[in-house]
């Protein structure tokens, strides 16, 4: 069974920075491309960045520059580090399993249970 478990969400000020960790389990993780999305209130869900198997990187545009998606496949986790955060980027984020090893996100993606990311202002 795949299992996602996201941590290190919180609350941070407008500028501040959050690192958020994706512990996975159930299949083999090196095998397939990884993806974060978030939902914020009142909102449907969204992409933010995948990775693939070996590093190579996609973020959406509001995000690049600030945030890095990363992996580490002898730990089987994923990882991402937002900075320069905004009021904006307050969402629900969740780490999701990809179907293969090319990023192809649809909202129908096995993912975890959320980590609450708050900016205020």
């Known amino acids: 069974e795949v299992q996602l478990v996201e941590s290190g969400g919180g609350l941070v000020q407008t500028g501040g920075s959050l690192g958020l960790s994706c512990a996975a389990s159930?299949?083999?993780?090196?095998?397939?491309?990884m993806t974060w999305a978030r939902q914020a209130p009142g909102k449907g869900l969204e992409w933010v960045a995948s990775?693939?198997?070996?590093?190579?990187?996609m973020y959406r545009a509001s995000v690049r520059g600030r945030f890095t998606i990363s992996r580490d496949n002898a730990k089987n986790t994923l990882y991402l580090q937002l900075n320069s955060l905004k009021s904006e980027d307050t969402a629900i984020y969740y780490c999701?399993?990809?179907?293969?090893?090319?990023?192809?996100?649809?909202?129908?993606?096995?993912r975890g249970q959320g980590t609450q990311v708050t900016v205020s202002s």
């Open positions: 999701a399993k990809e179907n293969s090893r090319y990023p192809a996100f649809t909202s129908s993606l096995v």
């Open positions: 159930g299949f083999t993780f090196n095998n397939y491309a």
């Open positions: 990775i693939n198997p070996t590093g190579g990187t």
